[in-house]
Nanobody
Framework: QVQLVESGGGLVQAGGSLRLSCAAS????????MGWHRQAPGKQRELVAS???????VYADSVKGRFTIYRDNAKNTVYLQMNSLEPEGTAVYYC??????????WGQGTQVTVSS
């Protein structure tokens, strides 16, 4: 089992920045991917960014150039630095951890609200 604890959400004005953190604990495999998804009211959950244990990253087109995902493997923590936030970024952000391509875990989510 893996537990994911997210932090760093909140209210920010458009153009501002936030950094989300997600700490993983429990039985962790060396090969795993971590990522952030978000779900806005009335919309489906979507991928924001992901990073493998080897450091390969993937970003949604809507956040490229503004968001950066990175991880500290020693701390089993993944971060999402979000700059130039837009009101469309208002959503619940969820941390995700996939172990060995098989076991899939989600955090409880953290609210990000971007005011215009």
């Amino acid at each position: 089992q893996v537990q994911l604890v997210e932090s760093g959400g909140g209210l920010v004005q458009a153009g501002g920045s936030l950094r989300l953190s997600c700490a993983a604990s429990g039985t962790l495999f060396g090969i795993n991917a971590m990522g952030w998804h978000r779900q806005a009211p009335g919309k489906q959950r979507e991928l924001v960014a992901s990073i493998t244990s080897g450091g390969i990253t993937v970003y949604a087109d809507s956040v490229k150039g503004r968001f950066t995902i990175y991880r500290d493997n020693a701390k089993n923590t993944v971060y999402l630095q979000m700059n130039s936030l837009e009101p469309e970024g208002t959503a619940v952000y969820y941390c995700r951890n996939i172990q060995a391509g098989t076991y899939d875990y989600w955090g409880q989510g953290t609210q990000v609200t971007v005011s215009s």
